[in-house]
T-cell receptor, first 112, second 114 residues
Framework: SQQGEEDPQALSIQEGENATMNCSYK?????LQWYRQNSGRGLVHLIL?????REKHSGRLRVTLDTSKKSSSLLITASRAADTASYFC????????????FGSGTKLNVKP | DGGITQSPKYLFRKEGQNVTLSCEQN?????MYWYRQDPGQGLRLIYY???????QKGDIAEGYSVSREKKESFPLTVTSAQKNPTAFYLC?????????????FGDGTRLSIL
């Protein structure tokens, strides 16, 4: 299976702290995406990083990708209570970029 | 506003009954997807469609069926053959043919057994 795995499964921090979550995957990819899911809702796309990129920023989000280690990390800086959600990484495959494989997610709780 | 609409939000199934979950998008996307999410887990792909009148099985297609008669619609039927249907079902769409594009998700349908 190509499915990614996030680490940690759960993370609890205080507002204002940074949150780092990691994703590992098994096979070669074209790109890796991070999504956010609020409880009982659909997923919202946060950021996409291509396989030839090493780092990408979007607002308070910073994503890194290490294809040699088949891993990615998502950093949320200066976290807010509203960042409380589950975060998933999703990868496609070099042989089928129309299919996506999701990890099991990191549940982030930001305490006010 | 463009987006994906899933209905109903909650659905209950009786033993031996087939139920159909609706997914409609007005984003003019060619590709559409159905995922199943169990508590505390990630998404698993049930079926996906890249074009009207064509669809492919995902990783857990057994007990499910789909149709893609219109570009904007991709309904999922949970058949009586699916013995453990209780889950959160998510529909997504994606623009194709323009490189790496993200998926857009609906707000899901929660299916339970009566």
């Amino acid at each position: 299976s190509q499915q990614g795995e996030e680490d940690p499964q759960a993370l609890s921090i205080q507002e204002g702290e940074n949150a780092t979550m990691n994703c590992s995957y098994k096979t070669s990819i074209n790109n890796l995406q991070w999504y956010r899911q609020n409880s009982g809702r659909g997923l919202v796309h946060l950021i996409l990083i291509r396989s030839n990129e090493r780092e990408k920023h979007s607002g308070r989000l910073r994503v890194t990708l290490d294809t040699s280690k088949k891993s990615s990390s998502l950093l949320i800086t200066a976290s807010r209570a509203a960042d409380t959600a589950s975060y998933f990484c999703a990868t496609d495959g070099v042989d089928n970029f129309n299919k996506f494989y999701f990890g099991s997610g990191t549940k982030l709780n930001v305490k006010p | 506003d463009g987006g994906i609409t899933q209905s109903p939000k909650y659905l209950f199934r009786k033993e031996g009954q087939n139920v159909t979950l609706s997914c409609e998008q007005n984003l003019n996307h060619d590709a559409m997807y159905w995922y199943r999410q169990d508590p505390g887990q990630g998404l698993r792909l049930i079926y996906y469609s890249q074009i009207v009148n064509d669809f492919q099985k995902g990783d857990i297609a057994e007990g499910y069926s789909v149709s893609r008669e219109k570009k904007e619609s991709f309904p999922l039927t949970v058949t009586s053959a699916q013995k453990n249907p209780t889950a959160f079902y998510l529909c997504a769409s994606r623009e194709q043919g323009v490189g790496n594009q993200p998926q857009h998700f609906g707000d899901g349908t929660r299916l339970s057994i009566l």
